[in-house]
């Protein structure tokens, strides 16, 4: 049997969190590496750290925004309204079938 899951995401877009996820892990190693060797701006790399933790995540949504934006394609990082996906023109999309 072939079990290949499929990803509702494009390659671009796990690649873009992935590397975000990673850039933060790797700055808390290092921020914890300088601190056990007691480097002096250590905490300079802590503070770097936590801004990262914050800026890397809202510019992957950025990019992520888009990116589905220009391929005229719904994405988690749409504005949805009242959870009703938008179209590309600023259009409500009827998601809902008609009785």
């Given at each position: 049997?072939?079990?290949?899951?499929?990803?509702?995401?494009?390659?671009?877009?796990?690649?873009?969190?992935m590397v975000c996820v990673i850039i933060i892990v790797l700055m808390y190693i290092s921020t914890v590496v300088f601190a056990l060797l007691k480097f002096d701006w250590a905490?300079?790399?802590?503070?770097?750290?936590?801004?990262?933790?914050?800026?890397?995540?809202?510019?992957?949504?950025?990019?992520?925004?888009?990116?589905?934006?220009?391929?005229?394609?719904?994405?988690?990082?749409?504005?949805?309204?009242?959870?009703?996906?938008?179209?590309?023109?600023?259009?409500?999309?009827?998601?809902?079938?008609?009785?």
């Amino acid at each position: 049997m072939d079990n290949k899951m499929e990803s509702k995401y494009t390659k671009g877009q796990r690649v873009a969190a992935m590397v975000c996820v990673i850039i933060i892990v790797l700055m808390y190693i290092s921020t914890v590496v300088f601190a056990l060797l007691k480097f002096d701006w250590a905490k300079y790399m802590l503070r770097v750290s936590l801004g990262c933790t914050l800026v890397l995540p809202i510019l992957a949504w950025i990019y992520i925004w888009m990116i589905g934006k220009l391929t005229h394609r719904h994405t988690i990082a749409d504005f949805d309204i009242a959870g009703h996906p938008t179209n590309h023109d600023g259009l409500v999309v009827n998601t809902k079938e008609e009785e």
